[in-house]
């Protein structure tokens, strides 16, 4: 009864996040609050989003870490290495994605240094967007399943991890559509959403 009640206040707080967090980053709500403060505050948002995005997660982890958390199991050597440089294969990729999408405006301090700089920014279909629409994500997925250790509530964060990379690239796409139109939806036919395939298509 213990391990359930754990798992449902885990889910359920998971779940409050990820629709704050979708709300937060939906194009209305930005519409809205542009037509607020002006675009002049606006260039901030972004930074201070994900900064809120990550204290906001934290007490997740703390939840993790402090409610009954058994082991579920542990892979033994020689392939909890192989999984461990698969995870970081997993980090590099994800950190050369990064600064092919350009580091300074994921983040958001690009739009606090730069005036000129703004939300939108060109489509970007190198690199790993080649092979995948969003290969943060699947780096992502990579790294956390890759883990040679695994406790419950650890379980319980990486299907809800995953779920969220799931839909949030479905709703994410959904504004990329809104924004560059046709152009957006011809790369959706070319390249697969979360997986890439084995060879590239023409």
Same mark, same amino acid.
């Given at each position: 009864?213990t ?6 206040i ?17 194009l209305?709500?930005?519409?809205w ?38 082991? *579920? $199991? ?6 909890? #290495? =192989?999984?461990?440089?698969?995870? /970081?294969?997993? +980090? !590099? &990729? ?6 092919q ?18 939300e ?15 290969? *943060? $994500? ?6 956390? #399943? =890759?883990?040679?250790?695994?406790? /419950?509530?650890? +379980? !319980? &964060? ?32 070319e ?12």
């Amino acid at each position: 009864m213990t391990l359930l009640l754990n798992s449902l206040i885990l889910t359920f707080y998971f779940i409050v996040y990820g629709l704050v967090h979708s709300w937060l980053a939906s194009l209305s709500f930005k519409q809205w609050l542009r037509e607020q403060l002006g675009d002049d505050l606006m260039r901030g948002y972004r930074l201070s989003y994900n900064i809120f995005a990550l204290i906001s997660l934290l007490p997740f982890f703390i939840l993790q870490a402090t409610l009954t958390n058994p082991k *579920l $199991y542990t892979i033994p050597s020689p392939w909890r #290495w =192989l999984m461990v440089m698969g995870q /970081l294969l997993a +980090l !590099i &990729g994800a950190t050369i994605t990064l600064w092919q999408t350009g580091a300074g405006h994921f983040l958001g301090i690009s739009q606090v240094i730069k005036a000129a700089v703004t939300e939108n920014t060109p489509l970007n279909i190198s690199g790993f967007y080649r092979w995948v629409r969003h290969p *943060l $994500y699947f780096f992502g997925l990579l790294f956390i #399943w =890759l883990s040679p250790v695994m406790y /419950l509530n650890q +379980l !319980i &964060g990486y299907l809800l991890f995953s779920l969220y990379f799931y839909f949030g690239s479905i709703y994410e796409e959904r504004k990329l559509v809104t924004e560059f139109g046709e152009l957006y939806q011809n790369y959706q036919q070319e390249v697969p959403r979360l997986f890439p395939y084995l060879t590239k298509k023409s």
